[in-house]
């Protein structure tokens, strides 16, 4: 082994194959940055749409929940939204869970965030095409 | 001797404990943990939309749910959990284009924080309460 490699604690094999990382880490990093952009305004439209509405009976509600631009909103907040929490659940688990559990809990969220998701989205479609 | 570091185990992730709070590790740990309850109130937005789509009489008991007492108690944590965790989200954002880390910039904008998510949750529910809510 060369001083060099000595140094830089690399065997000669990684260094060839140039690896090292896992090289898609930053992938997941960047999605939860430009998710979290997203919802910066997508959730404060959100609670200020649940502020106006405070006093809103069902109809009233649901008259507003009906108009398209609210369902492209609603339905973009919850794409983003559990997008954002599938990525940063999952690096909670891979930091804390320890055992053989780690990887059944991410392909849990995983599943689960895809499925609340495609309901929530389903919801909106029914009130808002509803006759 | 033995080799000592085989007898004892290795401490894993969180281990927070052996460290004294400061405003930094607190906030810290709080965006998470804010980050978990925030997915539990998503599951609670698709439950609410499902029984707003169903109809006034699934509709009916949710928002019942909601307005009661415990459900105003909660709500009311989520807000302050949603701004705390907003907040939090702004001040990484700031750090990720690679400005604030002097230890200084780290504790205005901690208490900033802190500060505009107290600020925020209050004025929402006072907004709420002004609309009749």
């Keep these: ?131 | 001797m033995s080799n000592p570091t085989t007898t004892r185990p290795r401490p894993l992730s969180p281990n927070i404990q052996i460290y004294r709070p400061q405003l930094t590790s607190v906030l810290s740990i709080l965006n998470r943990i804010t980050g978990i309850l925030l997915s539990a109130c998503a599951v609670v937005l698709v439950v609410w939309l499902v029984a707003a789509a169903r109809g006034p009489q699934t509709y009916a008991p949710v928002q019942a749910a909601i307005s009661s007492w415990i459900g105003r108690i909660a709500l009311f944590g989520a807000t302050f959990a949603f701004f705390l965790h907003l907040c939090g989200g702004i001040r990484h954002l700031a750090w990720d284009t690679v400005h604030g880390f002097e230890l200084r910039s780290i504790y205005i904008s901690g208490w900033a924080v802190v500060a505009a998510s107290v600020v925020l949750t209050v004025v929402a529910w006072i907004a709420s309460a002004s609309m009749g809510g």
């Design chain 1, 1 to 131: 082994m060369d001083p060099q490699n000595m140094q830089n604690m690399r065997s000669p094999l990684a260094r060839a194959i140039g690896l090292g990382s896992a090289k898609e880490g930053v992938g997941c990093w960047w999605a939860q940055r430009v998710s979290a952009v997203a919802l910066v305004p997508l959730t404060l439209w959100f609670a200020a749409s649940i502020i106006a509405n405070s006093g809103s009976d069902y109809a009233t509600f649901i008259s507003w929940l009906r108009t398209p631009l609210t369902a492209v909103l609603m339905i973009l907040l919850l794409i983003a939204l559990f997008y954002h929490s599938a990525l940063g659940l999952q690096v909670v688990i891979e930091d804390y869970v320890h055992s053989a559990t780690k990887f059944a809990a991410v392909i849990a969220v995983r599943l689960g965030c895809s499925a609340l998701v495609t309901v929530g989205v389903v919801a909106v479609l029914r009130i808002t095409l509803s006759g």
